[in-house]
């Protein structure tokens, strides 16, 4: 079933970490397994915060010498930063697997990349000015405690709560999803992609790399590789409602905008709130009453639409 979520202010920042808390918390019945954040802060010119994951959090409950794989790993990671003339201005390790970097690069991020996740075991989940892509296993509280997302600022964010039903229960097959070229980009999805496997094996001939088995990732890269070519975010998402077979409404945000898209048949919900200053949206209402408790129109988004916001 899933549950999205989105909200972007205009011309200002907010505590987005604690926003999207609340409304993905509403939404918990609609998936337990997982829950991600993709929010937007202030860029840093010259900065690029990397969150990356070193295990699976099923992995640290196993054992088997897990902690001294997941050191070398940290070891190898590093090095290959430095190998590439990356230098680390800030880490954190907020979880045994989880890491946050802020790093300073003025080469190729992409390659750069790359070559970090030919690591075993590594994941980059999101690499970019303004964006940190944060998920686990369990609900929204657990999660922002989990990782301390109560105090973030920012101006926009994106959200997702997970029922597991073409995928494994992991946090690589959580939303959100980021892909490469491009560093702010991040998905979330509530629906099915039924030509899933035929586009991606395209993409992957075009040179993409995909992270997991979730048909929710295509979108992700799809999106990476049409803004990669200069296509603008409304073009890709109204060329996706043509391109891409199944049922789906999704959310795209990039590092100073956010858009949503819904396919032919409209069967998965989307509610949406509009002022001059904020944009609200969620599968289901009560998320978006979590934030706005006062008296609220609503509209819900009729098929094939598409729409794009500024921050």
Not at 278 to 301: G, N
Request: charged share 30%; proline share 3%; hydrophobic share 35%.
């Amino acid at each position: 079933m899933c549950g999205i979520a989105g909200l972007i202010h205009k011309g200002k920042t907010s505590n987005i970490g604690s926003e999207m808390t609340s409304m993905l918390q509403a939404l918990k019945h609609r998936g337990p397994d997982s829950t991600g954040f993709a929010v937007y802060g202030e860029p840093s010119l010259g900065e690029y915060i990397m969150r990356v994951k070193v295990a699976e959090k099923e992995d640290i409950e196993k054992g088997h010498g897990i902690l001294d794989k997941i050191d070398a790993r940290i070891k190898e990671l590093e090095k290959r930063l430095s190998d590439h003339k990356a230098k680390i201005k800030e880490k954190k390790k907020v979880t045994e697997y989880a890491l946050r970097y802020i790093i300073s690069h003025d080469g190729d991020t992409e390659k750069m990349a790359r070559f970090i996740e030919e690591i075993t075991g590594v994941e980059i989940l999101s690499l970019g000015n303004g964006l940190e892509l944060i998920k686990d296993l369990g609900d929204a509280g657990v999660v922002s405690e989990q990782y301390k997302l109560d105090k973030f600022k920012g101006t926009h964010a994106i959200g997702h709560t997970r029922m597991a039903t073409e995928s494994d229960v992991d946090i690589r097959s959580a939303h959100p999803y980021w892909a490469f070229p491009y560093n702010d980009v991040a998905v979330v999805h509530n629906g099915q992609i039924t030509n899933y496997w035929i586009m991606r094996r395209e993409l992957e001939r075009k040179g993409h790399r995909f992270m997991s088995n979730c048909d929710s990732e295509l979108l992700a890269v799809y999106t990476a590789d049409n803004l990669s070519s200069k296509v603008p975010l409304e073009e890709s998402l109204k060329r996706s409602i043509s391109e891409i077979d199944g049922v789906f409404t999704y959310l795209v945000a990039t590092d100073n905008q956010l858009g949503m898209a819904k396919d032919t048949m409209a069967a998965k919900p989307l509610v949406l709130f509009e002022s001059d200053n904020l944009i609200a949206m969620a599968s289901e209402e009560v998320a978006i009453r979590s934030i706005l408790p006062q008296e609220i129109d609503t509209t819900d988004p009729y098929d094939e639409e598409v729409r794009v916001w500024q921050a």
